[in-house]
């Protein structure tokens, strides 16, 4: 008997069948308008544009215009590229302009799909941007998608590492920009370290179309993107904090040997204070429970961790004045490495070696932030249905299953479940074996390099031919994908690799036809095309016979997205194709989900070695684990976003003020304000209000207005006058400080004067917020500690964050005023160089934005490229960080990439 929920799905539809209707109507307008768009000469299409960008600034929306605008795209796209997008596409291209994901199955031409959304949006004349997994694909799709675009006269700009800063404006300024979300992301940093606007490089966050949306928004949206410099020099701290560490006992903590921290009782917090007050290091009126203490009690912390969990010559060792760390597995030294968060600089101080700087984040930023400041955003993929809770909660964005545009005829078999790892992969080097002996191509789908390694060893044995893919230069990596559907290939990837290029049977025709023009420049193209597709279609009718391309899995992920990923490349435009999974109890997923079970019931079915259990039971018993795995998974990404959202709100605050600063031509009001707002404080602090004349700090007042604004005044005469209460006091200070401000603006001159209050606030706020960052970071490496107290940690961080951000903005008025008050009249030869300097200073720490960082701090951005720079030519490189992307344009980690000690790939 059927369930409601199916018997009403067969009455009113799914939800996803009623929104492909909806589109009908729209295709059908478009397809009605194809005829009259053949006629059009070249250079009308071009000003069919012109026609529908006047159309949309007289106030005609672009839902109206979209009929036409992907007619004109379609018609266009034919012409170039020789493609006539399907109705299946032309409907992909809807949902992405409506800011939704299409799940596109592969080979569907997502690339074509997202020309129409991208060319109606720019109609808008506010740029538009189509992110792509890495460089490769990003030039690859502007040079070939650039074609549509410049027949629609539009304009299209690629963003790839190692551009100068106008090449890289003027790819920005492009109706349509192809970039990397890392490209992206560190523009927007660097953008906002500029200090005037005609430096910044992105003009606004209008539209984004995602390639990928699955990669990029939810593998790699936890990893922040994080520009970082030197940082002051510390090492008096350090040694201080160092100097009374041996003075503490055992009651004064706990130490937790197995997750290597420690933690201060109570008793151990009143010594500290008590020490720290001696020291100079923790004024009298704040104790270490307050947020402005948190980089405090994180260096007392990490010099207790010095002491206490960091042993001479067993972590590391003394070698001259340098601490090196040894590796606790292998008992090498690790020259060149340092732990991160102050911990290095601690046991440097704990032995009287010279203290290095520490490196301070600049300025960070994660994609999940990145991505939600547009506008209006969507996104292409295969596979995206499993996580559609995700993409709703988080970006807003609903997923549309768009058919495919012939039906699927691959057969997925059955998961075939092994009892050991050696069982396993001795049948699937039988099954590769079978299926090479009667020329099926096969793609086989490994989790791990060392995998992939193991079963290539066990093909040599066998004396299959085979190609390894991981690694690898994408180019490479492309064409050994494009080549994946030759008659009897054996192809075996890491499962991610590849994407981006489509894996056609019998190969891939462009592919064929570029290597047959590099071999034989002087043959007649057209003769070589009709020879290599004549061949082709010989081809791809023996792999047809043969039964397709054979994808076959040697274990499941923990997410489904992933294995339907590797599934997704076989059975492409209506091709035939099979996929199966070969799986065992010693894998990681059936270890952790009920394989003891499994084996119980193998044990009473009485199995033999070798023979595997297929049963659709065990197929849904492992999709409900996965979707497990996947609900916790989701639910640690969310609990982690909800923390960066306090520093994102901050982050906009900031970078928001700093633009305001940057476009406005007079900065007076301003800083007459933040002047004003610090008498304020000084007046509240020594003269509290409705309190008597005998209870005021009139000297304290005297030196602190001396201190804080420059301003010599007789504030005791004025307290002595009759009647004078506070408000008067404050309404003098202004006067004569502002006064005292008008003086210096004269001598000045009042465009020199505005070009310093300018400078001064973008310094101060900058310094300010680096300080602020860093304490954040120490913040939330403490902050879970607060749910042993039954206290939720993420209120408890929105507090002290919001609390930290006033003392922010408090000590810039402070900083503002007391370093405006300070400038003095000079020559104009030394106003001159004093302005440079400014500018210096903030181009130096704009040039931490373009060097990569160093190892203990993660992702970084792109190192300067040497004139004679050349991609394929590591020997151009320099020396790039290892966290820094690799020069070839991979859009892996230089260590992940060339930067590995050898190539792990190999081809049999």
Request: hydrophobic share 35%; net charge negative.
């Amino acid at each position: 008997m059927l369930g409601l929920g199916t018997m009403a799905k067969k009455v009113f539809g799914t939800p996803n069948d009623r929104k492909i209707k909806s589109t009908r109507p729209i295709v059908e307008k478009i397809n009605a308008l194809e005829a009259d768009y053949e006629k059009f000469s070249d250079d009308e299409l071009k000003s069919k544009t012109e026609e529908l960008r006047k159309r949309h600034g007289d106030g005609e929306s672009l839902e109206a215009l979209l009929p036409e605008a992907f007619a004109n795209c379609r018609e266009a796209a034919k012409r170039a590229l020789g493609l006539r997008a399907f109705d299946v596409q032309l409907m992909g291209g809807i949902f992405l302009h409506q800011g939704n994901i299409s799940e596109m199955k592969t080979g569907e031409g997502k690339t074509l799909v997202a020309t129409f959304p991208a060319y109606l949006n720019a109609l808008t004349g506010r740029g538009v941007h189509i992110v792509t997994v890495n460089d490769y694909l990003a030039r690859r799709d502007a040079e070939w998608m650039g074609k549509v675009y410049g027949a629609l006269g539009m304009t299209t700009g690629v963003v790839v590492p190692f551009q100068d800063d106008a090449e890289k404006k003027a790819a920005y300024q492009a109706d349509i920009t192809y970039a990397t979300n890392n490209e992206l992301g560190f523009d927007y940093l660097r953008d906002n370290m500029k200090s005037e606007l005609k430096d910044m490089a992105q003009r606004g966050h209008y539209f984004a179309i995602v390639d990928e949306v699955d990669s990029i928004l939810i593998d790699e949206a936890r990893t922040p993107l994080i520009i970082s410099g030197p940082s002051q020099d510390r090492s008096d701290l350090y040694t201080a904090i160092d100097g009374f560490i041996p003075e503490i006992t055992d009651e004064h903590f706990t130490l937790d040997e197995k997750s290597r921290n420690v933690t201060f009782t109570d008793e151990g917090n009143e010594f500290i204070e008590a020490r720290l007050r001696e020291e100079g290091l923790l004024p009298e009126d704040q104790s270490l429970y307050d947020p402005e203490s948190t980089t405090l009690v994180h260096h007392v912390t990490q010099a207790l961790k010095a002491h206490k969990l960091f042993s001479r010559d067993k972590d590391y060792i003394v070698r001259g004045d340098e601490v090196v760390l040894i590796d606790e597995f292998t008992g090498r030294m690790m020259p060149g490495r340092r732990l991160s968060d102050g911990l290095h600089q601690a046991i440097e101080a704990k032995e009287g070696a010279s203290i290095q700087p520490e490196n301070v984040t600049l300025a960070s930023v994660t994609f999940q932030n990145y991505f939600r400041l547009y506008e209006k955003l969507s996104g292409m993929t295969g596979t995206a249905a499993t996580e559609a809770e995700e993409f709703a909660e988080i970006y807003g964005l609903g997923v549309v299953q768009v058919p495919t545009n012939e039906p699927i005829a691959r057969k997925d078999e059955h998961d075939q479940i092994y009892r050991t790892a050696k069982e396993k992969f001795d049948a699937i080097a039988e099954e590769i074996k079978a299926a090479h002996e009667k020329n099926q191509p096969v793609l086989v789908g490994t989790t791990s390099i060392e995998k992939s390694e193991f079963l290539s060893s066990l093909l040599k044995k066998e004396g299959v031919p085979h190609n390894v893919l991981n690694a690898r230069h994408h180019e490479q990596e492309a064409k050994i994908v494009a080549d994946a559907g030759k008659l009897g290939a054996v192809t075996i990837a890491t499962n991610m690799a590849g994407r981006g290029t489509d894996i056609q049977l019998g190969g891939n025709v462009e592919m064929k036809v570029m290597e047959a023009l590099d071999e034989t420049p002087d043959a007649d193209p057209e003769d070589l095309r009709a020879q290599i597709e004549a061949e082709h279609a010989d081809e791809k009718k023996q792999v047809l016979e043969a039964g397709g391309l054979y994808v076959l899995a040697t274990e499941r992920h923990e997410s489904r997205r992933i294995d339907n990923q590797l599934r997704g490349r076989s059975g492409r435009q209506g091709d035939p194709g099979r996929s199966s999974f070969f799986l065992s109890l010693e894998d990681d997923l059936m270890r952790i989900f009920g394989s003891e079970r499994l084996e119980k019931m193998l044990s009473t079915l009485g199995m033999k070695e070798g023979e595997a259990i297929v049963h659709p039971w065990v197929n849904k018993s492992l999709e409900k684990a996965q979707a497990k795995v996947e609900a916790r998974n989701f639910d640690i990404r969310k609990q982690l976003l909800k923390f960066d959202d306090v520093m994102n709100d901050q982050r906009k605050a900031i970078f928001g003020q700093r633009r305001e600063i940057m476009e406005a031509e007079d900065l007076s009001e301003i800083v007459q304000d933040m002047r004003h707002q610090v008498i304020d404080d000084l007046v509240d602090t020594h003269m509290p209000p409705k309190s008597y004349a005998d209870q005021w700090d009139i000297e304290g007042l005297t030196a602190a207005v001396r201190e804080k604004l420059g301003l010599d005044v007789d504030v005791a005469g004025w307290a002595d006058e009759e009647g004078v209460d506070d408000e008067q006091v404050r309404e003098r200070l202004y006067s004569a400080s502002d006064a005292f401000m008008a003086q210096k603006a004269a001598q000045f001159g009042p465009e020199n004067m505005r070009q310093i209050e300018k400078s001064i606030l973008l310094q101060s706020i900058d310094g300010k917020w680096r300080e602020h960052l860093l304490r954040l970071e120490h913040l939330r490496s403490v902050i879970g500690f607060r749910g042993y107290a039954q206290r939720d940690p993420l209120n408890e961080f929105k507090t002290e964050a919001f609390q930290l951000f006033e003392t922010l903005l408090n000590s810039l008025r402070v900083e503002v005023a007391e370093k405006l008050s300070r400038i003095r009249p000079l020559t104009p030869e030394e106003q001159e160089q004093m302005i440079a300097e400014m500018k210096a200073q903030q181009e130096a720490m704009q040039k931490a934005a373009d060097q990569p960082p160093l190892p203990e701090t993660g992702a970084g951005g792109g190192a300067a490229a040497t004139p004679a720079f050349d991609e394929n030519d590591p020997s151009t490189w320099g020396n790039p960080g290892r966290n820094a992307p690799c020069p070839c344009g991979s859009g892996k980690k230089f260590k992940h990439c060339h930067g590995r000690l050898a190539d792990p790939a190999r081809t049999a």
